[in-house]
T-cell receptor, first 116, second 109 residues
Framework: GAVVSQHPSRVICKSGTSVKIECRSLDFQATTMFWYRQFPKQSLMLMAT?????????EQGVEKDKFLINHASLTLSTLTVTSAHPEDSSFYIC????????????FGPGTRLLVL | GQNIDQPTEMTATEGAIVQINCTYQ??????LFWYQQHAGEAPTFLSY??LDGLEEKGRFSSFLSRSKGYSYLLLKELQMKDSASYLCAVMDSNYQLIWGAGTKLIIKP
C-alpha cells in the first residue's frame, strides 16, 4: 500500500517553456500533498503544501506564480513550472499523506527536470 | 531556530552493524521519521518514532529520546544495497517536517 506515482520521470525542455508534473496516490486518498525540490547532494526543500480543493501554501521564497500547484482531487496533484529557466533544473519530488500534514508522507519516484 | 544534525558520511563493512545518529532542536515535537534515499531516487519511509524507546523492524531499528532530542537508526547485517543516504526528519508543533541534510552511508565488502 501507500504507492505514489509521478509523471514524467524525466523531462528536458527549452528555456521559457512550461512543464507540468503529475503526482498521483494510487491506492489511498491523499488529503495532503507536498512538493519538494532537491538539488544535487542537498536535502529536500519543501516548496509547498496542498490540500485537496484548496489553494496551496507556499514556503517562503517560492514564487507561487512560477510554480503553479493544483490539487483537484484526492488522488492527483500537479505542479506546473511556468517559463522554466536553467536554474529551475532540479529533482522535483512529491509526497502524499492520507491524514493531513501530521501523518507519514509517502514519496513519489521524483521527476528530474533539465532546462536548456 | 530549528535544527537537525546528522553526520555527513559514514562507512561500514558488509555484514556489520552501523548506528546513524540524529540530534534535533525544534519548536515542538510530533514525531521523528527516518527515510532511506538511494542516489537519484526519491526517499522511502523507514520508521516513525513519537514515544521514547526502540522500534524494531527487521534489520532496521530506530531509537528516540525526546528529553535528549536524540534519535538513532541502527542497521544490522549490512548489505551492499544498504548503501544510500539516510534522512532524519522531525515534525514540529505546526506539523511541518524539518529535514536533516542526510547521512551518506557507504558499505564496503
Amino acid at each position: 500500500g501507500a504507492v505514489v506515482s509521478q509523471h514524467p520521470s524525466r523531462v528536458i525542455c527549452k528555456s521559457g517553456t512550461s512543464v507540468k508534473i503529475e503526482c498521483r496516490s494510487l491506492d489511498f486518498q491523499a488529503t495532503t500533498m507536498f512538493w519538494y525540490r532537491q538539488f544535487p547532494k542537498q536535502s529536500l526543500m519543501l516548496m509547498a503544501t496542498s490540500n485537496e480543493g484548496s489553494k496551496a501554501t507556499y514556503e517562503q521564497g517560492v514564487e507561487k506564480d512560477k510554480f503553479l500547484i493544483n490539487h483537484a482531487s484526492l488522488t492527483l496533484s500537479t505542479l506546473t513550472v511556468t517559463s522554466a529557466h536553467p536554474e529551475d533544473s532540479s529533482f522535483y519530488i512529491c509526497s502524499a499523506s492520507s491524514g493531513g500534514a501530521m501523518e507519514t508522507q509517502y514519496f513519489g519516484p521524483g521527476t528530474r527536470l533539465l532546462v536548456l | 531556530g530549528q535544527n537537525i544534525d546528522q553526520p555527513t558520511e559514514m562507512t561500514a563493512t558488509e555484514g556489520a552493524i552501523v548506528q546513524i545518529n540524529c540530534t534535533y532542536q525544534t519548536s515542538g515535537f510530533n514525531g521523528l521519521f527516518w527515510y532511506q534515499q538511494h542516489a537519484g531516487e526519491a526517499p522511502t519511509f523507514l520508521s516513525y518514532n513519537v514515544l521514547d524507546g526502540l522500534e524494531e523492524k527487521g534489520r532496521f531499528s530506530s531509537f528516540l529520546s525526546r528529553s535528549k532530542g536524540y534519535s538513532y537508526l541502527l542497521l544490522k547485517e549490512l548489505q551492499m544495497k544498504d548503501s544510500a543516504s539516510y534522512l532524519c526528519a522531525v515534525m514540529d508543533s505546526n506539523y511541518q517536517l524539518i529535514w536533516g541534510a542526510g547521512t551518506k552511508l557507504i558499505i564496503k565488502p
